[in-house]
């Protein structure tokens, strides 16, 4: 800068802290790096659709490697009374990397460690480098102290980063990665996890015993599917579980969301986390209430019928016969059959069963019948 007054030449000054040279050099990087991957996924197309037939194939070769890889594969979430199933971040892995063509990446927005709502924001970036399509997703995660401590420390503050980081990362691959590709993988890796009747038995107790070691108790883990014992557990309430156990591990989820007290929920519907739980608690009678009712109902069918039967009689004259009618002693017995749907080695299954055959048995502590093969509580069908 020239300066009039004294004739001289005067050196601007540099603002402080500024480095365009530098700054000019890393624009430059970025932009030869994401043009030098735009034109490579240009001239080696991933995303036709001839190419996504064989996309899909290595997503189904490397999703079904094993139960364990199927098993990460989706995850179950308690939400609004309902439980609901979706791909994990496995499998979110496993499609960007057979997807190709794609680059996608995560940073900290935000952290808020005090005051009533310590939260973390994360944001993931998608970007489809052969159709030039990009996504921007930003998740909100809270951050949770644990129960021994007074307040949060970085331990707490970076479980909440990793669960929510990987919560964005899937969704924002799963945004731009055709859905029509992603279900059937999903459901593939769903039916191997879960199995079939024949291998119920030994898959229900393995995933049984993985959910003990988490730290979810027996009692819990029935309430959740809503069943009175093991055995009562099917198909369909296997694959909650390892749905559960997926969002457990992969911290979507906390111990206490996914298996909820049974005790605080009798007080605190708000804790509710599974569907069909709550209104079990509060609206299903203890098995001796059970009982009670079913003898009650008996009695009242009973009754009901002999009141048919003595006004029948009333009604007929002196010579009519009265062979064939019924009478008060032959009326009210009971009529059971087995409910149990998941035993298919129980030969009472379907059968009208009644309380004098072997097949039925008391159980006096309760009072009332089960089935003396698969022990399941009979259900009335009627009284004759």
């Given at each position: 800068m020239y300066d009039n007054e004294n004739q001289t030449v005067v050196e601007a000054r540099k603002p402080e802290h500024q480095n365009p040279i530098q700054v000019t050099a890393l624009e430059s990087m970025e932009r030869a790096s994401i043009d030098m991957q735009i034109s490579t996924a240009k001239n080696y197309p991933m995303h036709s659709p001839k190419m996504l037939s064989k996309v899909k194939e290595d997503m189904m070769t490397l999703a079904?490697?094993?139960?364990?890889?199927?098993?990460?594969?989706?995850?179950?979430?308690?939400?609004?009374?309902?439980?609901?199933?979706?791909?994990?971040?496995?499998?979110?892995?496993?499609?960007?990397?057979?997807?190709?063509?794609?680059?996608?990446?995560?940073?900290?927005?935000?952290v808020v460690s005090g005051?009533?709502?310590?939260?973390?924001?994360?944001?993931?970036?998608?970007?489809?480098?052969?159709?030039?399509?990009m996504i921007t997703i930003e998740k909100r995660r809270?951050?949770?102290?644990?129960?021994?401590?007074?307040?949060?420390?970085?331990?707490?503050?970076?479980?909440?980063?990793?669960?929510?980081?990987?919560?964005?990362?899937?969704?924002?691959?799963?945004?731009?990665?055709?859905?029509?590709?992603?279900?059937?993988?999903?459901?593939?890796?769903?039916?191997?996890?879960?199995?079939?009747?024949?291998?119920?038995?030994?898959?229900?107790?393995?995933?049984?015993?993985?959910?003990?070691?988490?730290?979810?108790?027996?009692?819990?883990?029935?309430?959740?599917?809503?069943?009175?014992?093991?055995?009562?557990?099917?198909?369909?309430?296997?694959?909650?579980?390892?749905?559960?156990?997926?969002?457990?591990?992969?911290?979507?989820?906390?111990?206490?969301?996914?298996?909820p007290n049974i005790e605080n929920l009798k007080d605190d519907n708000s804790n509710l986390g599974t569907n069909g739980l709550k209104g079990r608690l509060n609206k299903n009678p203890a098995p001796s209430d059970k009982a009670k009712q079913v003898k009650e109902k008996v009695a009242k069918e009973k009754e009901k019928l002999n009141k048919a039967a003595a006004k029948k009689e009333s009604k007929q004259s002196d010579a009519q016969s009265t062979e064939g009618e019924p009478s008060a002693d032959k009326i009210g017995n009971p009529v059971y059959t087995c409910p149990d749907a998941f035993n298919i080695n129980c030969e009472s299954k379907g059968k009208e069963l009644h309380i004098d055959t072997p097949q039925v048995e008391h159980d006096e502590k309760h009072d009332e019948y089960i089935c003396a093969q698969c022990g399941s509580v009979l259900n009335l069908l009627r009284t004759e």
């Open positions: 079904l490697l094993d139960e364990e890889t199927a098993e990460a594969c989706f995850y179950t979430l308690p939400r609004g009374g309902k439980a609901i199933q979706g791909s994990s971040v496995r499998l979110a892995e496993i499609a960007l990397n057979c997807y190709g063509n794609i680059r996608i990446g995560t940073r900290i927005v935000d005051g009533d709502n310590p939260h973390v924001v994360i944001q993931a970036v998608c970007h489809d480098l052969e159709n030039n399509a809270r951050i949770t102290k644990k129960k021994f401590k007074d307040a949060i420390d970085e331990d707490d503050i970076q479980l909440a980063v990793n669960a929510c980081t990987s919560i964005a990362y899937r969704d924002a691959a799963f945004k731009l990665i055709p859905m029509a590709i992603i279900k059937p993988v999903c459901e593939a890796a769903k039916k191997l996890a879960v199995g079939d009747i024949k291998s119920l038995t030994a898959k229900r107790a393995i995933v049984i015993d993985h959910l003990k070691k988490m730290g979810a108790t027996e009692d819990r883990i029935l309430a959740v599917v809503d069943c009175r014992k093991v055995e009562d557990i099917g198909v369909d309430q296997l694959g909650v579980l390892i749905g559960l156990g997926t969002a457990l591990k992969d911290g979507e989820t906390s111990l206490e969301d996914a298996f």
